[in-house]
């Protein structure tokens, strides 16, 4: 089976039909969720935040909804425009940017906290144009990510390389940018379970810090194929919430507020009894 990026440049793949096609997959949207949670935990933020995040190759917004739930603050960025206009319509809360990343980012320095990255990071070392050249355009995403990055802050890219040789290239490009860090492999004999993820450092937060590259899981896969930590484990077992509601009362006015910002039409207004408990029925 040929590989997407293989096929065609992202933002022809990702047309209308195959944007819809992969955010209406409800197994592609769990696996997507349970990459996304283990990028943000080898984030290691240090407290409930929030925070402000990068999401790099957000697609339809998939990722930036497990942001959401854990209560971030952040921005997408894709090259696909199918994709971000499925974004929109869902009212995701970050803000959308379209961009190709091998083109560098614009933001001021040390705009984010932290940055991840689900499935994206392999499309950069695909030639599929005479003037993309994957060596310079993954020095040109590295080095203006590392200047995005607030210093000590981490990036975690979950992806799937074709070869050791793109390994290496993608490597040894982050770390001439100013990263330090490493490959992360979870579950290592397992063919199915199998997940990468690239945990770069963006310096040291303060002098004599030393950031230590988290292992790998290992032992008993979940049935999806992808991994939770022993958190979120024992959590599910004593039907602890690993992640906090936020569909409450301001929930709702925040996201009329959005959609109102966003020109569109028809947002129901805010009712005057918002905010009210109901009473309880005898």
Not at 86 to 99: M, S
Not at 143 to 167: C, I
């Amino acid at each position: 089976m040929s590989r997407p990026e293989h096929i065609a440049p992202p933002e022809l793949f990702y047309g209308d039909i195959e944007a819809k096609k992969y955010t209406s997959n409800s197994r592609i949207a769990s696996i997507q969720a349970e990459m996304t949670l283990r990028a943000v935990e080898l984030l290691n933020l240090e407290d409930e935040g929030p925070y402000y995040l990068l999401d790099i190759g957000c697609g339809s917004g998939l990722s930036g909804e497990i942001l959401d739930e854990d209560g971030h603050l952040w921005v997408g960025m894709d090259i696909a425009p199918s994709m971000l206009e499925i974004a929109v319509d869902k009212d995701v809360e970050g803000d959308l940017f379209l961009q190709d990343i091998g083109q560098g980012m614009g933001f001021r320095p040390g705009t984010f906290d932290g940055a991840i990255s689900v499935s994206v990071l392999q499309w950069l070392c695909n030639a599929d144009r005479t003037e993309n050249r994957p060596r310079y355009r993954l020095q040109r995403f590295f080095s203006t990510l590392f200047m995005s990055l607030q210093r000590g802050a981490r990036a975690v890219f979950q992806f799937y390389p074709e070869n050791d040789t793109q390994v290496e290239m993608i490597m040894s490009t982050a770390m001439k940018c100013g990263f330090t860090g490493g490959l992360v492999v979870d579950y290592p004999n397992s063919k199915k379970a199998r997940k990468l993820y690239l945990c770069l450092f963006a310096g040291q937060a303060a002098p004599g810090d030393k950031q230590i590259l988290p292992k790998g899981l290992e032992g008993d896969e979940k049935p999806t194929g992808v991994a939770y930590t022993d958190t979120r484990i024992q959590n599910q077992a004593r039907g602890r919430k690993s992640r906090k509601p936020v569909k409450d009362t301001n929930w709702i006015l925040k996201k009329k507020e959005l959609a109102r910002k966003r020109g569109r039409e028809g947002v129901p207004s805010d009712s005057r009894y918002t905010g009210r408990k109901r009473k309880p029925k005898f």
